[in-house]
């Protein structure tokens, strides 16, 4: 990635970079990507990981100057962890920290108040999405109006990946000027549909005149699949050749499986390992329709995959989901929680005829293309780091 052009830096930008884990999730994979795209004489990239997952660190220990695990999933190591990040904002002595998932973990939050309170450093927020439900979104939303608002309120800058979390943090009062909306990205290289793929047919016994619907993601609440397995009973009313992938892992997976049996849907739904990310292309090319039925999302990154694959999408009115798909022009969208309408729309999706396809697959490779290539999107993010030394 290039410069502003004409720009040049007096010193390379030490930039540390603070996230959960690093475990290949969307946040993460977004971290990778622009860790990737820095340019070694301009910018010094370090990575502290507040828990000891390494799925990624292949992906990006060629490119940092130093990786930092820790372990933080036992409550009675918080002090020590503490320490330990404060030790290593003292000893790496970042230009910028950046802060990534930065709700999804209380240490996160705790080592962005150590760096305005002590360090002050300038310092960067990725806002990525809510991820809790019920009580304990509630007491989040409760911290986020006190600790969370100052924090925000002190940050040089902070990354929405979409409007609706930029509009949920003006209601904090946060200064407009500090919030930026840069959108998730996607390798449109690597997620391009040279041609129609086959592997998913070996789960099938007759693959002729079979649509098949693809889901991506973990297998937990904030995800909506009961939602789509609710749905599917409607669907093969109206369209028996079809067939349902779900391709995931996660804590609610065993309860996912009983729902289908309980429904009598099980020769209609076939449950997949979550594989490789090298080896997703393959199964998006396999599909006809990715279905996202999310209760509430940031800006997923499957739905980009899905969208540079030219899927026909049906997903979810929720989050940054409606800003990359526009009713009838690339995809459906529909209520969240709302079996019917999910219904519908894959019908409707089930139901389009090959110049329809043709047309919805050339519009969502374009938008993918033009809009979200993880090139300029990590230029956005280079620019920001540039202006704010």
Request: some cysteine; charged content about 25%.
């Amino acid at each position: 990635i290039e410069l502003i052009p004409g720009k040049k830096l007096n010193k390379k930008i030490r930039i540390l970079y603070i996230i959960t884990g690093l475990t290949a999730g969307g946040a993460e994979l977004h971290l990778s990507k622009i860790i990737n795209n820095l340019s070694f004489s301009e910018f010094e990239k370090i990575v502290c990981s507040l828990t000891s997952t390494y799925d990624i660190l292949p992906l990006i220990k060629n490119n940092t100057k130093s990786v930092y695990i820790l372990d933080a999933r036992k409550k009675r190591d918080l002090i020590k962890i503490i320490l330990q990040v404060r030790k290593i904002i003292k000893i790496t002595n970042p230009n910028i920290v950046h802060c990534v998932m930065f709700h999804s973990n209380i240490i996160g939050r705790i080592a962005a108040l150590l760096n305005i309170l002590i360090f002050k450093r300038k310092m960067f927020i990725s806002v990525q999405g809510r991820l809790k439900l019920g009580w304990t979104g509630l007491i989040e939303n409760i911290f986020d109006k006190t600790i969370t608002r100052f924090i925000y309120s002190n940050s040089s800058k902070i990354i929405c990946v979409s409007n609706p979390l930029k509009r949920r943090l003006r209601k904090f009062k946060i200064k407009n000027q500090k919030l930026m909306i840069i959108p998730n990205g996607v390798d449109v290289d690597k997620f391009s549909l040279e041609r129609k793929g086959t592997c998913l047919d070996k789960y099938l016994k007759n693959t002729i005149d079979y649509k098949k619907v693809i889901f991506v993601g973990r297998l937990d609440l904030q995800k909506g699949v009961e939602y789509l397995i609710r749905a599917i009973p409607n669907v093969i009313t109206h369209f028996t050749n079809v067939h349902f992938f779900i391709l995931g892992n996660g804590r609610i997976e065993n309860n996912l499986k009983n729902l289908t049996k309980s429904l009598a849907i099980e020769k209609y739904t076939t449950f997949i390992n979550m594989v490789p990310l090298e080896d997703m292309p393959k199964f998006y090319s396999s599909a006809d329709i990715f279905c996202l039925p999310s209760i509430h999302e940031g800006f997923p990154l499957s739905l980009l995959e899905a969208l540079s694959m030219g899927l026909i999408i049906v997903a979810s009115n929720t989050g940054g989901i409606p800003e990359a798909i526009i009713e009838n022009e690339n995809g459906y969208l529909f209520k969240p929680k709302n079996i019917q309408q999910l219904s519908l729309k894959l019908l409707k999706a089930l139901n389009l005829s090959y110049d329809e396809i043709v047309q919805i697959q050339k519009n969502n490779i374009q938008r993918a293309y033009r809009t979200y290539s993880w090139e300029k999107i990590v230029d956005e993010i280079i620019k920001i780091y540039i202006e704010s030394n």
